[in-house]
């Protein structure tokens, strides 16, 4: 303890509590000041297991989220299974009703793009979030599906589709081509004679 401040692993603590070294926290689920919160780290922030725990949910949003180089999904094949080909393209991009829209609670009430989960659901239904699992208190081997109080949209799913849609309209344009390279030869031809 030093000027007031309590330090764990250091005898010059800089804050109310400082620690150095590794703290575990096993039932603490926020951390609350009275006032504006904030976690700060200088390293890396990770759950303690893989693919097992969100950042948010439906109903508790953060409004913005910073990256210098955006957002990574894992893509590794060795990480994937039942592998085939999408059956989705040119058609479903069609089928699409992007929108313009504003947030109808947001302290930001600029216009958005986007695309309304319920209508994507009808045409795409794999890149609708519906669910979610959650941990059990108890024992972090349990999971219990939940119902998502708002349904969410995984943009970045809808990539692969957009990459299909140009895969099928290429094929057109070179079918057109050789359609087009085709009739002109018959109208060359038919000068000629």
């Given at each position: 303890r030093k000027n007031g401040n309590v330090g764990i692993g250091t005898t010059v603590p800089l804050d109310a509590l400082h620690v150095n070294g590794r703290v575990r926290f096993q039932t603490v689920e926020y951390f609350e000041d009275g006032g504006t919160s904030e976690i700060e780290a200088r390293g890396d922030i990770r759950p303690s297991a893989d693919n097992v725990y969100d950042l948010g949910t439906s109903s508790h949003r953060y409004d913005d989220v910073y990256a210098t180089n955006g957002t990574i999904n894992t893509s590794d094949r060795r990480d994937?299974?039942?592998?085939?080909?999408?059956?989705?393209g040119i058609n479903e991009i069609l089928a699409l009703n992007p929108i313009i829209y504003q947030w109808k609670e947001s302290m930001d009430s600029g216009f958005?793009?986007?695309?309304?989960?319920?209508?994507?659901e009808e045409v795409l239904p794999e890149v609708v979030k519906?669910?979610?699992y959650k941990v059990s208190e108890e024992d972090e081997s349990v999971f219990t599906r939940v119902e998502a109080d708002r349904l969410g949209v995984?943009?970045?799913d809808?990539?692969?589709v957009l990459v299909k849609g140009m895969q099928d309209?290429?094929?057109?344009i070179e079918q057109m081509r050789v359609e087009l390279d085709a009739l002109k030869k018959e109208l060359a031809d038919s000068k000629r004679d």
């Open positions: 994937k299974k039942n592998i085939a080909s999408m059956p989705y958005k793009l986007g695309l309304i989960a319920q209508d994507l519906k669910h979610d995984y943009y970045s809808i990539i692969p309209q290429n094929e057109i």
